[in-house]
DNA sequence: TAGTGGTCTAGACCACGAC
DNA sequence: TCGTGGTCTAGACCACTAT
Protein backbone atom coordinates (compact mmCIF):
# COMPACT_ATOMS: atom_id res chain seq x y z
CA UNK A 1 0.00 0.00 0.00
CA UNK A 2 2.56 2.03 -0.35
CA UNK A 3 2.94 5.61 -2.99
CA UNK A 4 6.28 5.21 -4.01
CA UNK A 5 6.65 6.37 -7.44
CA UNK A 6 8.61 3.96 -10.16
CA UNK A 7 12.08 3.45 -8.91
CA UNK A 8 13.17 2.74 -5.18
CA UNK A 9 15.18 6.12 -4.35
CA UNK A 10 17.24 6.64 -0.89
CA UNK A 11 16.03 4.99 2.13
CA UNK A 12 13.31 5.94 3.98
CA UNK A 13 15.46 7.47 6.87
CA UNK A 14 17.75 9.41 4.92
CA UNK A 15 14.99 10.74 3.28
CA UNK A 16 13.53 12.05 6.61
CA UNK A 17 17.25 13.17 7.72
CA UNK A 18 17.53 15.51 4.42
CA UNK A 19 14.26 16.71 5.51
CA UNK A 20 14.89 17.91 9.15
CA UNK A 21 18.01 19.16 8.00
CA UNK A 22 16.27 21.44 5.85
CA UNK A 23 14.48 22.45 8.75
CA UNK A 24 17.93 23.48 10.37
CA UNK A 25 19.06 25.02 7.21
CA UNK A 26 15.94 27.58 7.00
CA UNK A 27 16.32 27.91 10.61
CA UNK A 28 12.62 26.42 11.33
CA UNK A 29 14.19 24.57 14.06
CA UNK A 30 17.17 27.43 15.77
CA UNK A 31 19.87 26.94 18.06
CA UNK A 32 18.98 25.29 21.50
CA UNK A 33 15.16 24.82 20.29
CA UNK A 34 13.31 21.73 21.68
CA UNK A 35 12.32 19.49 19.10
CA UNK A 36 9.41 17.55 18.60
CA UNK A 37 8.99 14.13 19.69
CA UNK A 38 9.96 11.04 18.16
CA UNK A 39 6.31 9.65 18.05
CA UNK A 40 5.17 13.11 16.84
CA UNK A 41 8.07 13.53 14.08
CA UNK A 42 6.74 9.64 13.24
CA UNK A 43 2.94 10.77 12.89
CA UNK A 44 3.94 14.06 11.23
CA UNK A 45 6.02 12.51 8.30
CA UNK A 46 4.29 9.29 8.12
CA UNK A 47 7.17 7.00 9.39
CA UNK A 48 7.24 4.67 12.30
CA UNK A 49 9.28 5.87 15.09
CA UNK A 50 12.43 3.62 14.77
CA UNK A 51 12.83 5.40 10.94
CA UNK A 52 12.59 8.57 12.72
CA UNK A 53 15.09 7.64 15.49
CA UNK A 54 17.42 6.31 12.67
CA UNK A 55 17.43 9.60 11.54
CA UNK A 56 17.88 11.98 14.60
CA UNK A 57 20.67 9.35 15.54
CA UNK A 58 22.48 10.81 11.95
CA UNK A 59 22.29 14.20 13.13
CA UNK A 60 23.66 13.90 16.39
CA UNK A 61 26.42 12.06 14.66
CA UNK A 62 26.93 14.65 13.23
CA UNK A 63 26.67 17.25 16.12
CA UNK A 64 23.80 18.91 15.09
CA UNK A 65 21.76 17.93 17.37
CA UNK A 66 21.36 17.01 20.82
CA UNK A 67 19.75 14.06 22.76
CA UNK A 68 18.80 14.01 26.19
CA UNK A 69 16.87 11.06 27.86
CA UNK A 70 14.16 12.12 29.89
CA UNK A 71 14.11 15.90 28.26
CA UNK A 72 13.82 16.02 24.51
CA UNK A 73 16.08 16.37 21.29
CA UNK A 74 17.52 19.66 20.80
CA UNK A 75 19.07 21.64 18.28
CA UNK A 76 23.04 21.65 18.83
CA UNK A 77 24.36 25.12 20.31
CA UNK A 78 27.59 27.26 19.93
CA UNK A 79 28.70 27.78 23.36
CA UNK A 80 30.01 24.99 25.14
CA UNK A 81 33.57 24.94 25.82
CA UNK A 82 33.36 20.73 24.68
CA UNK A 83 31.93 22.54 20.76
CA UNK A 84 34.48 25.21 20.52
CA UNK A 85 37.69 22.60 21.07
CA UNK A 86 36.14 20.45 18.65
CA UNK A 87 37.34 23.04 15.80
CA UNK A 88 40.56 24.39 17.65
CA UNK A 89 43.31 21.76 17.93
CA UNK A 90 46.25 23.67 19.66
CA UNK A 91 46.97 22.37 22.54
CA UNK A 92 49.78 22.92 25.53
CA UNK A 93 52.33 20.37 25.54
CA UNK A 94 51.27 19.91 29.23
CA UNK A 95 47.99 18.46 27.74
CA UNK A 96 46.20 21.57 28.74
CA UNK A 97 43.94 22.52 26.59
CA UNK A 98 43.13 26.56 27.27
CA UNK A 99 41.57 28.75 25.09
CA UNK A 100 43.53 32.32 23.71
CA UNK A 101 42.63 35.78 24.11
CA UNK A 102 41.77 37.66 20.98
CA UNK A 103 43.27 40.92 20.38
CA UNK A 104 41.25 42.49 17.57
CA UNK A 105 43.14 44.38 15.21
CA UNK A 106 41.38 45.26 11.72
CA UNK A 107 38.80 45.10 9.72
CA UNK A 108 38.06 46.82 6.09
CA UNK A 109 35.92 45.25 3.10
CA UNK A 110 38.24 44.54 -0.38
CA UNK A 111 37.97 42.93 -3.53
CA UNK A 112 38.61 39.00 -3.43
CA UNK A 113 41.97 37.94 -4.03
CA UNK A 114 42.36 34.97 -6.67
CA UNK A 115 43.32 32.56 -3.64
CA UNK A 116 40.43 34.06 -1.85
CA UNK A 117 37.95 33.12 -4.41
CA UNK A 118 38.97 29.53 -4.64
CA UNK A 119 38.94 29.09 -0.90
CA UNK A 120 35.27 30.47 -0.82
CA UNK A 121 34.57 29.54 -4.12
CA UNK A 122 33.52 33.13 -5.34
CA UNK A 123 33.16 34.74 -8.95
CA UNK A 124 35.71 37.20 -9.91
CA UNK A 125 35.29 40.84 -8.50
CA UNK A 126 33.42 39.79 -5.16
CA UNK A 127 33.33 41.48 -2.36
CA UNK A 128 35.07 40.33 0.90
CA UNK A 129 35.32 41.29 4.91
CA UNK A 130 39.01 41.00 6.03
CA UNK A 131 40.23 41.12 9.68
CA UNK A 132 43.33 40.84 11.40
CA UNK A 133 43.71 40.16 15.19
CA UNK A 134 46.14 38.46 17.27
CA UNK A 135 45.94 35.46 19.92
CA UNK A 136 47.65 35.59 22.72
CA UNK A 137 47.80 32.77 25.99
CA UNK A 138 48.76 34.53 29.36
CA UNK A 139 49.60 37.52 27.68
CA UNK A 140 52.03 35.95 25.05
CA UNK A 141 51.10 36.47 21.36
CA UNK A 142 50.88 32.80 19.95
CA UNK A 143 48.93 33.29 16.77
CA UNK A 144 47.91 35.57 13.98
CA UNK A 145 45.52 35.19 11.60
CA UNK A 146 43.76 36.66 8.85
CA UNK A 147 40.17 35.97 8.24
CA UNK A 148 38.28 36.42 4.97
CA UNK A 149 34.45 36.00 4.57
CA UNK A 150 32.44 36.87 1.67
CA UNK A 151 30.62 40.16 2.38
CA UNK A 152 27.22 38.61 0.55
CA UNK A 153 27.14 36.43 4.11
CA UNK A 154 28.14 39.35 6.17
CA UNK A 155 25.85 42.46 5.51
CA UNK A 156 26.66 44.69 7.86
CA UNK A 157 29.89 43.12 10.01
CA UNK A 158 31.35 46.29 10.10
CA UNK A 159 28.74 47.54 12.47
CA UNK A 160 29.93 44.42 14.86
CA UNK A 161 33.21 46.00 15.58
CA UNK A 162 35.12 45.34 17.59
CA UNK A 163 34.54 41.05 16.92
CA UNK A 164 34.23 38.50 20.03
CA UNK A 165 36.64 36.34 20.81
CA UNK A 166 33.83 33.42 19.04
CA UNK A 167 33.19 34.34 15.97
CA UNK A 168 31.64 31.32 15.03
CA UNK A 169 29.31 32.04 17.94
CA UNK A 170 28.47 35.05 16.30
CA UNK A 171 28.14 33.70 12.95
CA UNK A 172 25.34 31.85 14.31
CA UNK A 173 23.49 34.43 16.47
CA UNK A 174 24.19 37.39 13.74
CA UNK A 175 23.92 35.27 10.38
CA UNK A 176 22.31 32.24 10.22
CA UNK A 177 25.38 30.63 9.95
CA UNK A 178 25.88 27.31 11.35
CA UNK A 179 29.67 26.15 11.07
CA UNK A 180 29.54 22.36 11.01
CA UNK A 181 32.84 21.10 8.95
CA UNK A 182 36.20 22.81 8.37
CA UNK A 183 39.31 21.44 6.62
CA UNK A 184 42.59 22.58 7.58
CA UNK A 185 46.04 22.48 5.58
CA UNK A 186 49.21 22.52 7.45
CA UNK A 187 52.63 23.66 6.54
CA UNK A 188 55.50 24.83 8.52
CA UNK A 189 56.85 28.22 7.39
CA UNK A 190 59.44 30.85 8.09
CA UNK A 191 58.16 33.95 9.88
CA UNK A 192 58.17 36.82 8.17
CA UNK A 193 58.62 40.53 8.75
CA UNK A 194 55.18 40.82 9.27
CA UNK A 195 54.95 38.04 11.34
CA UNK A 196 57.85 38.47 13.36
CA UNK A 197 56.59 42.14 14.50
CA UNK A 198 52.98 40.58 15.40
CA UNK A 199 54.43 37.62 17.25
CA UNK A 200 57.27 38.94 18.99
CA UNK A 201 59.85 36.26 17.62
CA UNK A 202 62.80 36.34 14.98
CA UNK A 203 62.15 36.36 11.28
CA UNK A 204 62.65 33.20 9.72
CA UNK A 205 61.19 31.31 13.02
CA UNK A 206 59.56 28.34 11.86
CA UNK A 207 55.64 28.56 12.61
CA UNK A 208 53.06 26.34 11.90
CA UNK A 209 50.80 27.60 8.95
CA UNK A 210 47.08 26.77 8.89
CA UNK A 211 44.94 27.11 6.06
CA UNK A 212 41.65 26.55 7.35
CA UNK A 213 38.36 26.52 5.34
CA UNK A 214 34.94 26.51 7.19
CA UNK A 215 31.58 24.98 5.69
CA UNK A 216 28.34 25.64 6.93
CA UNK A 217 25.05 23.57 7.25
CA UNK A 218 24.25 24.22 3.94
CA UNK A 219 28.09 23.01 2.08
CA UNK A 220 29.17 26.48 1.19
CA UNK A 221 32.37 27.77 2.21
CA UNK A 222 31.87 30.64 4.84
CA UNK A 223 35.04 31.52 5.80
CA UNK A 224 38.92 31.67 4.96
CA UNK A 225 41.44 31.67 8.25
CA UNK A 226 44.74 32.16 7.30
CA UNK A 227 46.65 31.45 10.86
CA UNK A 228 50.45 31.43 11.84
CA UNK A 229 51.42 30.23 14.99
CA UNK A 230 54.65 29.91 17.19
CA UNK A 231 54.34 25.99 18.48
CA UNK A 232 57.07 26.25 21.05
CA UNK A 233 55.04 24.90 24.32
CA UNK A 234 51.97 24.29 22.25
CA UNK A 235 50.83 21.59 19.34
CA UNK A 236 48.59 20.70 16.57
CA UNK A 237 46.59 18.04 17.77
CA UNK A 238 45.33 15.32 15.33
CA UNK A 239 43.45 12.15 16.13
CA UNK A 240 42.77 9.07 13.41
CA UNK B 1 13.40 -15.04 32.65
CA UNK B 2 16.54 -13.15 32.27
CA UNK B 3 19.51 -14.16 34.33
CA UNK B 4 21.08 -10.93 35.19
CA UNK B 5 22.29 -10.59 38.58
CA UNK B 6 21.31 -7.70 40.78
CA UNK B 7 22.16 -3.99 39.34
CA UNK B 8 21.84 -3.11 35.44
CA UNK B 9 25.04 -3.02 33.48
CA UNK B 10 26.26 -2.16 30.56
CA UNK B 11 23.17 -2.30 27.50
CA UNK B 12 22.97 -5.89 25.84
CA UNK B 13 24.50 -4.36 22.27
CA UNK B 14 27.19 -3.14 24.04
CA UNK B 15 28.22 -6.18 26.22
CA UNK B 16 27.44 -8.01 22.60
CA UNK B 17 30.04 -5.57 20.77
CA UNK B 18 32.87 -6.31 23.47
CA UNK B 19 32.49 -10.08 23.29
CA UNK B 20 32.74 -9.76 19.44
CA UNK B 21 36.05 -7.18 20.02
CA UNK B 22 37.01 -10.11 22.00
CA UNK B 23 37.47 -12.50 19.39
CA UNK B 24 39.16 -10.02 17.18
CA UNK B 25 41.85 -9.35 20.10
CA UNK B 26 42.87 -12.60 20.50
CA UNK B 27 42.43 -13.51 16.94
CA UNK B 28 39.26 -15.53 17.05
CA UNK B 29 38.93 -13.64 13.79
CA UNK B 30 41.76 -13.10 11.52
CA UNK B 31 42.11 -10.36 9.45
CA UNK B 32 39.92 -10.64 6.23
CA UNK B 33 38.17 -13.64 7.50
CA UNK B 34 33.45 -13.92 7.03
CA UNK B 35 31.79 -13.39 10.02
CA UNK B 36 29.04 -15.76 10.93
CA UNK B 37 25.76 -14.03 10.16
CA UNK B 38 23.45 -11.95 11.94
CA UNK B 39 21.19 -14.83 12.58
CA UNK B 40 23.57 -17.23 13.68
CA UNK B 41 25.50 -14.42 15.95
CA UNK B 42 22.41 -14.05 17.63
CA UNK B 43 21.40 -17.19 17.95
CA UNK B 44 24.72 -18.34 19.69
CA UNK B 45 24.88 -15.40 22.27
CA UNK B 46 20.83 -15.63 22.64
CA UNK B 47 19.91 -12.21 21.46
CA UNK B 48 18.02 -10.73 18.97
CA UNK B 49 19.43 -10.34 15.65
CA UNK B 50 18.65 -6.42 15.88
CA UNK B 51 21.14 -6.26 18.77
CA UNK B 52 24.13 -8.51 17.21
CA UNK B 53 23.49 -5.72 14.69
CA UNK B 54 23.92 -2.71 16.30
CA UNK B 55 26.84 -3.81 17.55
CA UNK B 56 28.23 -5.02 14.17
CA UNK B 57 27.57 -1.32 12.61
CA UNK B 58 29.19 -0.08 15.86
CA UNK B 59 32.22 -1.92 15.34
CA UNK B 60 32.19 -1.27 11.37
CA UNK B 61 32.15 2.31 12.54
CA UNK B 62 35.19 1.91 13.95
CA UNK B 63 36.59 0.12 10.56
CA UNK B 64 37.55 -3.00 12.37
CA UNK B 65 34.72 -4.87 10.03
CA UNK B 66 33.82 -4.31 6.59
CA UNK B 67 30.35 -5.06 5.35
CA UNK B 68 28.80 -6.25 2.23
CA UNK B 69 25.30 -6.34 1.30
CA UNK B 70 24.78 -9.98 0.37
CA UNK B 71 28.24 -11.56 1.19
CA UNK B 72 28.57 -11.00 4.70
CA UNK B 73 30.36 -9.58 7.55
CA UNK B 74 34.53 -9.50 6.98
CA UNK B 75 37.25 -8.42 9.79
CA UNK B 76 39.07 -5.35 7.89
CA UNK B 77 42.38 -5.85 6.53
CA UNK B 78 45.22 -3.47 6.66
CA UNK B 79 46.19 -3.64 2.61
CA UNK B 80 43.56 -1.17 0.85
CA UNK B 81 44.97 1.98 -0.16
CA UNK B 82 42.03 3.79 0.91
CA UNK B 83 42.86 2.54 4.63
CA UNK B 84 46.45 3.23 4.12
CA UNK B 85 45.84 6.81 3.70
CA UNK B 86 43.68 7.37 6.81
CA UNK B 87 46.59 7.53 8.94
CA UNK B 88 49.08 9.10 6.00
CA UNK B 89 47.53 12.75 6.07
CA UNK B 90 50.48 14.19 4.05
CA UNK B 91 48.79 15.55 0.08
CA UNK B 92 50.38 17.36 -2.47
CA UNK B 93 49.55 21.14 -2.67
CA UNK B 94 47.34 19.88 -6.00
CA UNK B 95 45.30 17.92 -3.97
CA UNK B 96 47.12 14.89 -5.88
CA UNK B 97 47.74 12.09 -2.82
CA UNK B 98 50.56 10.27 -3.01
CA UNK B 99 52.74 8.14 -1.03
CA UNK B 100 56.03 7.99 -0.41
CA UNK B 101 58.45 5.46 -1.28
CA UNK B 102 60.56 4.36 2.26
CA UNK B 103 64.39 3.90 1.51
CA UNK B 104 65.31 1.85 4.94
CA UNK B 105 67.90 3.32 7.02
CA UNK B 106 68.93 0.99 10.00
CA UNK B 107 67.39 -0.79 13.04
CA UNK B 108 69.05 -1.33 16.09
CA UNK B 109 68.23 -2.00 20.00
CA UNK B 110 68.97 0.19 23.22
CA UNK B 111 67.35 0.87 26.10
CA UNK B 112 64.13 3.26 25.83
CA UNK B 113 64.68 6.84 26.63
CA UNK B 114 62.44 8.64 29.32
CA UNK B 115 60.63 9.94 26.43
CA UNK B 116 59.75 6.59 24.27
CA UNK B 117 58.61 5.07 27.80
CA UNK B 118 56.27 7.73 27.94
CA UNK B 119 55.09 7.49 24.37
CA UNK B 120 54.60 3.62 25.23
CA UNK B 121 53.85 3.44 28.33
CA UNK B 122 56.77 1.26 29.02
CA UNK B 123 58.41 0.92 32.81
CA UNK B 124 62.18 2.03 33.16
CA UNK B 125 64.70 -0.45 31.93
CA UNK B 126 62.36 -1.42 29.06
CA UNK B 127 64.48 -2.39 25.46
CA UNK B 128 62.71 -1.21 22.59
CA UNK B 129 63.94 -1.32 18.49
CA UNK B 130 64.76 1.80 17.04
CA UNK B 131 64.31 2.20 12.85
CA UNK B 132 65.82 5.57 11.19
CA UNK B 133 64.22 5.50 7.69
CA UNK B 134 64.09 8.83 4.60
CA UNK B 135 61.01 8.63 2.73
CA UNK B 136 60.96 10.44 -0.67
CA UNK B 137 58.31 11.50 -3.20
CA UNK B 138 59.67 10.93 -6.84
CA UNK B 139 63.28 10.52 -5.56
CA UNK B 140 63.08 13.85 -3.17
CA UNK B 141 63.71 13.02 0.38
CA UNK B 142 60.55 14.41 2.14
CA UNK B 143 60.11 12.81 5.78
CA UNK B 144 63.17 11.36 8.22
CA UNK B 145 61.81 9.49 11.02
CA UNK B 146 62.41 7.56 14.13
CA UNK B 147 60.40 4.14 15.09
CA UNK B 148 60.70 3.25 18.09
CA UNK B 149 58.98 0.08 19.48
CA UNK B 150 58.34 -2.26 22.06
CA UNK B 151 60.68 -5.13 22.01
CA UNK B 152 58.32 -7.20 23.64
CA UNK B 153 55.64 -6.78 21.56
CA UNK B 154 58.06 -7.35 18.34
CA UNK B 155 60.33 -10.16 19.11
CA UNK B 156 62.77 -11.02 16.07
CA UNK B 157 62.27 -8.33 14.30
CA UNK B 158 65.55 -7.47 13.20
CA UNK B 159 65.18 -10.88 11.47
CA UNK B 160 63.15 -9.30 9.00
CA UNK B 161 65.44 -6.66 7.27
CA UNK B 162 65.11 -4.61 5.03
CA UNK B 163 61.44 -3.61 6.51
CA UNK B 164 58.60 -2.92 4.04
CA UNK B 165 57.06 0.98 2.92
CA UNK B 166 54.18 -0.38 4.72
CA UNK B 167 54.95 -1.54 8.44
CA UNK B 168 51.51 -1.59 9.44
CA UNK B 169 50.64 -4.46 7.18
CA UNK B 170 54.46 -5.77 8.57
CA UNK B 171 52.56 -5.20 12.02
CA UNK B 172 49.24 -7.53 11.39
CA UNK B 173 50.87 -10.30 9.55
CA UNK B 174 53.78 -11.07 11.39
CA UNK B 175 53.25 -9.77 15.11
CA UNK B 176 48.88 -9.81 15.42
CA UNK B 177 48.73 -6.48 15.76
CA UNK B 178 45.69 -4.13 14.62
CA UNK B 179 46.73 -0.34 14.46
CA UNK B 180 43.36 1.13 15.14
CA UNK B 181 43.83 4.42 16.44
CA UNK B 182 46.67 7.16 15.88
CA UNK B 183 47.51 10.65 17.69
CA UNK B 184 49.64 12.83 16.32
CA UNK B 185 51.02 16.08 17.73
CA UNK B 186 52.44 18.41 15.26
CA UNK B 187 54.33 20.99 15.58
CA UNK B 188 56.65 23.91 13.55
CA UNK B 189 60.94 23.05 14.34
CA UNK B 190 64.05 24.24 12.53
CA UNK B 191 65.71 21.94 10.93
CA UNK B 192 68.72 20.28 12.50
CA UNK B 193 72.20 19.00 10.87
CA UNK B 194 70.82 16.25 10.80
CA UNK B 195 67.53 16.71 9.62
CA UNK B 196 69.23 18.55 6.76
CA UNK B 197 71.43 16.44 6.02
CA UNK B 198 68.65 13.53 5.90
CA UNK B 199 66.46 16.07 3.75
CA UNK B 200 69.01 17.90 1.94
CA UNK B 201 67.90 21.03 3.02
CA UNK B 202 69.63 24.11 5.07
CA UNK B 203 69.93 24.15 8.86
CA UNK B 204 67.18 26.09 10.13
CA UNK B 205 64.67 25.41 7.40
CA UNK B 206 61.66 24.69 8.75
CA UNK B 207 59.66 21.30 8.75
CA UNK B 208 56.83 20.15 10.12
CA UNK B 209 57.48 18.08 13.59
CA UNK B 210 54.75 15.09 13.73
CA UNK B 211 55.07 12.92 17.14
CA UNK B 212 52.18 10.08 16.69
CA UNK B 213 51.33 7.23 19.09
CA UNK B 214 49.27 4.54 17.55
CA UNK B 215 47.64 2.06 19.79
CA UNK B 216 46.35 -1.51 18.97
CA UNK B 217 42.88 -3.26 19.29
CA UNK B 218 43.78 -3.43 22.97
CA UNK B 219 44.13 -0.09 23.43
CA UNK B 220 47.80 -0.02 24.56
CA UNK B 221 50.39 2.27 22.72
CA UNK B 222 52.89 0.02 19.82
CA UNK B 223 54.39 2.57 18.17
CA UNK B 224 56.19 5.86 18.46
CA UNK B 225 57.27 7.93 15.52
CA UNK B 226 59.12 10.94 15.42
CA UNK B 227 58.72 12.28 11.92
CA UNK B 228 60.05 15.90 10.45
CA UNK B 229 58.74 16.42 7.02
CA UNK B 230 59.45 19.51 4.23
CA UNK B 231 56.42 21.04 3.48
CA UNK B 232 56.89 23.33 0.05
CA UNK B 233 54.73 21.52 -2.53
CA UNK B 234 52.95 19.49 0.24
CA UNK B 235 50.65 20.02 3.66
CA UNK B 236 49.24 17.72 6.32
CA UNK B 237 45.66 17.37 6.00
CA UNK B 238 43.20 17.63 9.27
CA UNK B 239 39.30 17.37 8.88
CA UNK B 240 37.32 18.51 11.36
C1' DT C 1 2.77 10.63 37.48
C1' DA C 2 3.31 11.67 32.66
C1' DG C 3 6.31 12.18 28.86
C1' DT C 4 10.76 11.67 26.82
C1' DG C 5 14.57 9.19 24.73
C1' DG C 6 17.15 4.39 25.18
C1' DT C 7 16.99 -0.55 24.64
C1' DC C 8 15.36 -4.85 22.91
C1' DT C 9 12.58 -7.85 20.40
C1' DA C 10 10.17 -10.15 16.34
C1' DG C 11 9.05 -10.31 11.90
C1' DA C 12 8.31 -8.66 7.02
C1' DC C 13 10.21 -7.27 2.87
C1' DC C 14 13.99 -5.45 -0.29
C1' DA C 15 18.61 -5.40 -2.75
C1' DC C 16 22.58 -7.69 -3.74
C1' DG C 17 25.91 -11.57 -4.65
C1' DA C 18 26.99 -16.26 -5.47
C1' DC C 19 25.70 -20.36 -7.52
C1' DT D 1 17.25 -19.84 -6.09
C1' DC D 2 19.20 -19.11 -1.74
C1' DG D 3 21.56 -16.67 1.85
C1' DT D 4 23.36 -12.31 3.09
C1' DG D 5 23.04 -7.67 4.92
C1' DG D 6 19.82 -3.31 4.58
C1' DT D 7 15.40 -1.22 5.58
C1' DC D 8 11.12 -0.58 7.90
C1' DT D 9 7.62 -1.47 11.10
C1' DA D 10 5.15 -2.20 15.65
C1' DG D 11 5.24 -2.69 20.18
C1' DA D 12 7.09 -3.69 24.90
C1' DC D 13 9.71 -2.24 28.60
C1' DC D 14 13.46 0.62 30.98
C1' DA D 15 15.72 4.98 32.69
C1' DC D 16 15.57 9.61 33.23
C1' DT D 17 13.42 14.40 33.83
C1' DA D 18 10.13 17.40 35.15
C1' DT D 19 5.99 18.42 37.75
Known amino acids: MTADTLPTLKPLYQQ ?118 TRRLKGRPIITETITLPVARFPGLDALKPLPNNVYALYASRFALTICRVTERLKAIAASQDDAAELGCAVGTPLLHIDRVAYSLDGTAVEWRDSRCLTDGLHYLSEL
Open 16 to 133: VKEKLLGRLIDRTWQPGMLLPSEQQLANELGVSQGTVRKALDALTAEHLLVRAQGRGTFVAEFEDAKILFRFFRLTGDDDNRRFPESEFGSLRQQKATSTARDRLGLPAGSAVWVIDR
